[in-house]
């Protein structure tokens, strides 16, 4: 078998489709038909079954799915250990951030890391948090610089670089705006802008409310926070957003409610070997951290958050 070859069989698996996958290879769709065509001669069996334009895999393809990921991602890790034994900072960095992160917190590290790394390409996400993670599990992308799980979770690692404190915002016409302070069942009986309850955000909130035994029914629900901000200040309803992000029109609101926040940082894989790159991007990400220690290598098999 050929590496070349089931980099496209994982791709095509992936996308379901020659088509898709040509784009993403940056092949032709004929291109890719051959090495699927030749692997499955080499290994004696179908991989994929082509129903119309549909493509499905066969119990051999399933089977195989798996098991080429893994040489794959073996494969380019053995690659980075020999390229980091030059110390050479080349090559493509793959990463993900969240729309929050990169648009408040990445502009000034990526104006440092440029600077000092320009033979680097940078292939940046951005996905939602949690897509975030997902994609660093995966190994699709190297490191994540997003909101980090609040519960943690053994199969991932997690270094802080910011905390974010959250709070209670309306508009700055909202009846509630000039109250000294405002209890969460009063709130309760606003309508509510939040984003979706599968983000983290979302679950601070959520849990905050039913701590104290008060249910929240969202009139709409965006994961952009900046979306939030604009319908918040539009006095459509209240919302939790990052301090730093209140501003007029809005307004942060005094409540009962326990001081909230996220912590935004890095998220790599405790099995995949980071590139010269990839270290070289944290170490400017340390940089611009709250605790500005210059110094930001990610600790081995440590789960450091908990919020």
């Given at each position: 078998?050929?590496?070349?070859?089931?980099?496209?069989?994982?791709?095509?698996?992936?996308?379901?489709?020659?088509?898709?996958?040509?784009?993403?290879?940056?092949?032709?769709?004929?291109?890719?038909?051959?090495?699927?065509?030749?692997?499955?001669?080499?290994?004696?069996?179908?991989?994929?079954?082509?129903?119309?334009?549909?493509?499905?895999?066969?119990?051999?393809?399933?089977?195989?799915?798996?098991?080429?990921?893994?040489?794959?991602?073996?494969?380019?890790?053995?690659?980075?250990?020999?390229?980091?034994?030059?110390?050479?900072?080349?090559?493509?960095?793959?990463?993900?951030?969240?729309?929050?992160?990169?648009?408040?917190?990445?502009?000034?590290?990526?104006?440092?890391?440029?600077?000092?790394?320009?033979?680097?390409?940078?292939?940046?996400?951005?996905?939602?948090?949690?897509?975030?993670?997902?994609?660093?599990?995966?190994?699709?992308?190297?490191?994540?610089?997003?909101?980090?799980?609040?519960?943690?979770?053994?199969?991932?690692?997690?270094?802080?670089?910011?905390?974010?404190?959250?709070?209670?915002?309306?508009?700055?016409?909202?009846?509630?705006?000039?109250?000294?302070?405002?209890?969460?069942?009063?709130?309760?009986?606003?309508?509510?802008?939040?984003?979706?309850?599968?983000?983290?955000?979302?679950?601070?909130?959520?849990?905050?409310?039913?701590?104290?035994n008060v249910s929240l029914q969202p009139?709409?629900?965006?994961?952009?926070?900046?979306?939030?901000?604009?319908?918040v200040g539009t006095g459509i309803g209240?919302?939790?957003?990052?301090?730093?992000?209140?501003?007029?029109?809005?307004?942060?609101?005094?409540?009962?409610?326990?001081?909230?926040?996220?912590?935004?940082?890095?998220?790599?894989?405790?099995?995949?070997?980071?590139?010269?790159?990839?270290s070289a991007f944290i170490r400017v990400?340390?940089?611009?951290?709250?605790?500005?220690?210059?110094?930001?290598?990610?600790?081995?098999?440590?789960?450091?958050?908990?919020?």
């Amino acid at each position: 078998m050929k590496w070349n070859e089931l980099d496209t069989f994982v791709t095509v698996a992936a996308c379901l489709s020659f088509s898709k996958a040509a784009v993403k290879l940056q092949l032709t769709q004929p291109a890719v038909s051959k090495r699927i065509q030749t692997l499955e001669a080499h290994l004696g069996t179908t991989l994929f079954d082509r129903l119309g334009k549909r493509v499905y895999l066969t119990d051999a393809g399933r089977l195989l799915q798996p098991r080429a990921e893994k040489m794959l991602q073996s494969l380019a890790d053995t690659e980075r250990l020999l390229q980091n034994l030059n110390n050479r900072i080349e090559g493509v960095l793959r990463l993900a951030t969240s729309h929050h992160v990169g648009l408040h917190r990445l502009a000034p590290v990526l104006k440092s890391f440029i600077r000092g790394h320009g033979t680097v390409k940078l292939d940046i996400r951005f996905e939602d948090s949690e897509a975030a993670h997902e994609l660093v599990r995966r190994a699709d992308c190297e490191l994540a610089v997003v909101t980090l799980d609040p519960k943690g979770g053994s199969e991932l690692e997690y270094h802080p670089l910011w905390n974010d404190p959250l709070c209670f915002v309306v508009s700055e016409e909202h009846p509630l705006a000039g109250n000294e302070q405002t209890s969460l069942e009063t709130l309760a009986r606003e309508p509510v802008i939040l984003p979706g309850l599968a983000t983290y955000t979302g679950r601070i909130v959520d849990e905050v409310f039913a701590a104290m035994n008060v249910s929240l029914q969202p009139v709409m629900s965006t994961n952009y926070l900046e979306t939030i901000s604009m319908l918040v200040g539009t006095g459509i309803g209240w919302s939790v957003l990052p301090r730093s992000m209140v501003h007029p029109p809005t307004v942060a609101l005094a409540t009962d409610a326990p001081p909230m926040h996220r912590t935004l940082g890095i998220v790599t894989h405790p099995h995949r070997t980071l590139s010269n790159a990839g270290s070289a991007f944290i170490r400017v990400l340390g940089r611009f951290s709250d605790n500005a220690t210059g110094s930001s290598s990610v600790p081995r098999g440590t789960n450091q958050v908990k919020s």
